[in-house]
């Protein structure tokens, strides 16, 4: 399968698709930051990245590269109905246990809320903001003397096991059939 990423950040979740999703080809990133860390870490992988935020342009290169599956790794940006439209197949990782904390500040909006269990969401896009069907879900406690720093490195270090196996574990050849996981 092709992949096709989009970043916004350090690129973190991105390095660990190109290490662990090996029956897969990442053949194109695309961040709409001019200083994402994700371009650095595309740089040393040798996979073709470009940085744009004009969403016709990008999804004409994504489809120029032919991909199957468009990977939303840290991408903070909303795409259009449009982009949606444009192909089968989009999935986002999302910190925290989806339908809750949708947006930004998920992470804070769950240590405030008193909850003691939180996470992340690997979710189909849709045009409702992070409103996509749920792939799968990983929990994270949350211990009480959490900062929004400590509780984010957790998030994400659940977040680097569970989206490389929905890529590798999720049957996207025909929409919301699950293998097992």
Same mark, same amino acid.
């Given at each position: 399968?092709?992949?096709?990423?989009? @970043?916004?950040?350090?690129?973190? !979740?991105?390095? !660990?698709?190109?290490?662990? @999703?090996?029956?897969h080809e990442v053949?194109?990133?695309?961040?709409?930051?001019?200083? @994402?860390? =994700?371009?650095?870490?595309?740089?040393? &992988? /040798?996979?073709? @990245?470009?940085?744009?935020? !004009?969403?016709?342009?990008?999804? !004409?290169?994504?489809?120029?590269? /032919?991909?199957?599956?468009?990977?939303? $790794? /840290?991408?903070?940006?909303?795409?259009?109905?449009? &982009?949606?439209?444009?192909?089968?197949?989009?999935?986002?990782?999302?910190?925290?246990?989806?339908?809750?904390? +949708?947006?930004?500040?998920?992470?804070?909006? =769950?240590?405030?809320?008193?909850? +003691?269990?939180?996470?992340?969401?690997?979710?189909?896009?849709?045009?409702?903001?992070? /409103?996509?069907?749920?792939?799968?879900? $990983?929990?994270?406690?949350?211990?009480?003397?959490?900062?929004?720093?400590?509780?984010?490195?957790?998030?994400?270090?659940?977040?680097? $096991?569970?989206?490389p196996n929905v890529?590798?574990?999720?049957?996207?050849?025909?929409?919301?059939s699950r293998k097992?996981?």
């Open positions: 399968m092709k992949l096709g990423v989009l @970043c916004s950040g350090n690129g973190t !979740n991105f390095e !660990n698709i190109l290490r662990t @999703c090996n029956k053949v194109l990133m695309i961040s709409n930051k001019k200083e @994402c860390g =994700a371009r650095l870490v595309a740089q040393k &992988f /040798g996979i073709p @990245c470009a940085y744009s935020i !004009n969403e016709e342009w990008i999804i !004409n290169e994504l489809k120029w590269s /032919g991909i199957d599956l468009v990977v939303l $790794a /840290g991408y903070m940006k909303i795409v259009s109905k449009k &982009f949606v439209n444009s192909f089968n197949h989009i999935i986002n990782i999302h910190p925290s246990l989806l339908p809750k904390y +949708k947006g930004l500040h998920a992470v804070e909006q =769950a240590l405030k809320s008193g909850d +003691k269990v939180t996470g992340c969401t690997v979710h189909h896009v849709t045009e409702e903001l992070d /409103g996509g069907a749920i792939i799968d879900q $990983a929990e994270v406690p949350i211990l009480p003397d959490d900062t929004v720093e400590s509780l984010t490195k957790r998030i994400q270090r659940s977040e680097y $096991a569970l989206l890529i590798d574990n999720y049957d996207f050849k025909f929409p919301y097992q996981l």
